[in-house]
């Protein structure tokens, strides 16, 4: 055991600490016992680590210096300083330069238990696909459900296909091959095809957005664009600050063993600020990722002031934000409030957006907007991924753009989905019971349901897919501490007329759901299991 | 200094180690000087290094275990361990269990100098844009210059603009539109269109590779299909084993500071064989890499005999190999070759291919053939990555594909290619000096000229693009140990008549170049610089 020989320092034994001695460390015990087989820096970290989760040392608490600590249990300040190292990369403790060292904020927020799992196989090729983490796929069951025919689905956020603009993609097309043909088929530019990025520049102009051509990059959607940001911009080891709940492809991206990724509290403002903020005196953080325009999956919308808060913040700690604009189109109602990016003097806003939410998500173009320097990061991180965007689906939305069909087009199925939205919210009011409670969103494509503590989406969702109707449970939203009792009831995508049947279906089972736990409410609640409020 | 003090053991002025302390090492001498600022650790790994880059220490040697290394120098054993890791973790030594520890093979490969600056700016956010790599975007200018008109340019591999498939592309476009559009402007999904797969795995058949469903993936493509292996299957401190030269593109994946790339010769048969055997023998090797058919640059082709001994190694070891066989629809002369995913009874070939060589760049759709569970790891790579492929270019190809039209065009593409290539090769005849060396590839879309060993093909590039001709020296394909004197002339994208003239422009500046150096031998050898043979 040649690795725990550099740990048990000779001189343990040379200063009279035999099988047990116990000395007081700041407000608790660390029992040493040099007989066991565990390291004696092993021993140190997990009693700490058990002090923290105990809340015996509370966050903000300061440690003992290794030195001094070292001293007082007789052992060598290299194995203090090696308890600390493991603690401080598990997110329990950090050190500030000059102050000292003291338990984490994350403390509270980063022993996800998956995490261990995932770094054990790092072995042997095949053994780490037998080994592979127990992947969840019943959401993707769930999206698969939701095409067979006569479900009535409101589990996915796109439009319905009636409401496809096949016919403009069609022409658009013949239009470009015929002007542009040769050059649409053969490699293009890694930052995107140059007529596309024009028509994005004066479109990000008109929304107070002024643009160089070196501060945009094509992507296939937001979705490359959160990966190239999570390959290109973010180290091992680093800490990201993340809403929670938020779309379920974006924490899949940065939910990984090598990211610290902190889980920020959606409030009916969005984005926790005060939390945010003592998250950022604490830590160095490295990205603020945010959807403040109609948040997925709640919908909610971070105001003007939250906005310029939010903004300050970034500034002050130099902090760049990542903001996800890709429902900002979808606005039925309320006051048109200014993206971040059109609120950013300090330059810190990585601006994405997309085509997927206004009717085109097969095409696969996105785009970011952001300084320079950063999508010069950004553009050899996509050379790397796929070398460009796919030249056709570009061609064609500069096509529309240029032309005005697009905005065209986008005010159009803006009017179909706030009648969507009305005909949701009226069905709601009429056959939901009251102890459901409906979010009121001034756009996007999802009301957010919240249910009594008791009630288990998962569990309603398999009842509810007997009777041919499906949604999508909170829980896919949640890379933390999921919550049982909600769900995202997307309406975009439904036909009127079945937007109504399936809220009234759905409003008969919760009725049902609930007067079952009003009979029994003891038996109901040893069912709900883990249920959170 | 507290980093140093964990290594500067108390114990060492305990030992009488004053000032100078020699003591023989096995066939070298290690001096410590504890007066010196530099840890005692680090003294001796510094001196091991230079050992073993001088050859005083031989690739294979066996060093001192730790243990002994430490009672002969007298210092503690933490500090020979920690001189050893560092060693290995730059790849220059290795610890087999029950064996010991040797100087590894990998010590003639590893000590790439860009590797220490990679890893240095992992500290502030803006920082590290500052202290960023300085990339070598000459590649990109010399892609960029391509396309200025008037040059003749030798420099790129795709296809010619007056052959790309402009009208197939027209009209498939509009009969798929027409037949599924709704649902190809919606999310699709994350391991393709379906009826593209099902084509795809009839022409594998075809190919003598049967193939499940959940065996295919389709990408953006081969690109993007080496960037999801990388971020699926590789991890921190894996080995990889890759041609060198090869396609930029893909050693700009493998090429980080956390994979331990291994440079893997390219023979006149291919990947080496017997250095892959070697290196096999001594390393846990993750990935090979190669592209045995018409590799790129240098054309070469593995022979059969050769193909089968590499899927022996392979298996023998358990090692996947990843097969690129993007040029491979484009052989104009000699016997057809089973890919060696055709002949893979051991499952471990990860084949790759895609539509961008015979004319459908622009449309990036290109497909990975693996096992099950390959296929299972990177299906959730593509679904973070960008959650599909666009679908128009899926349904274009597979509409294509169905109606026999896609072969057709394939067939008429290589015979324009091998006329270009008969052309190309008979200009080189009658223009090159008997001093550059040009191949004979079998198919492909490039000539490899290698120059004498005086003559810089990037010196030489400068030189032509003056005279409006322009090619891609050999260094762009090196990661390692750049040769400076060959090029690759790709003539695909030529038309015919100015593949004549440009190659006799080429041909008079190569005829100047080498009747200047044996006018002044020694003046023109200074000038070369850095190049090898």
Redesign the interface.
Known sequence: M?YL??YI?PEMSDIGLDHQSIRRFGPVLITLDASLDKPLYAQIRDQIRDRISSGALKIGERLEPSRELAKRLGVH??TV?NAYADLEADGLIQGTVGRGTFVSPLAADLRRPSAPARRAH?D???Q??LA?EQ?DDSLGRLMASALEPGVISFA?A??P??L????L??RA??AV??RD????????SSDGYAPLKAYLQSRARRDGIPLEADELLI???C??AL?LIR?S?V???DVVVCENPTYT?LW??FDSSDVRLIAAPVTPDGLDLDFLAAVLEQN?V??ILTSPTFHNPTGVTMPLAARKRLLELAARH???IVEDDIYGALRYRGRELPPLKALDTAGLVIYLNSF?KV???????GWVAASR??IE?LR?AK???????????QAVLEDLGRHGVLDKFIRRIRKEYAAKLETAERAVAQYFPPQARVTQPEGGMALWVELPAALDAGALLAKAQDRGVIFAPARYFYFHNPRHNAFRLCFSAVPNAQIESGVRILGELLHEEIGRLSRGKSAARADAGVALV
Chains 1, 2 share one sequence.
């Open positions: 040649d020989a550099l320092l300040r290299t300083s790092q042997v090729f095949w780490s696909f592979q992947r996915t796109h439009g296909d009636d496809t603009p096949v016919d993609v069609r097309t013949d091959l015929r043909g040769a050059k649409l088929l053969q490699y293009g992507t296939n959607g979705q490359q990966d390959h911009l180290e091992a080891g492809g899949n991206i160095k490295k990205l130099q902090v760049p997927s009717g085109f998500s097969g095409l696969r173009v320097r950063v990061r050899w050379q790397r991924a796929d070398i460009h965007t796919n030249m056709l689906g």
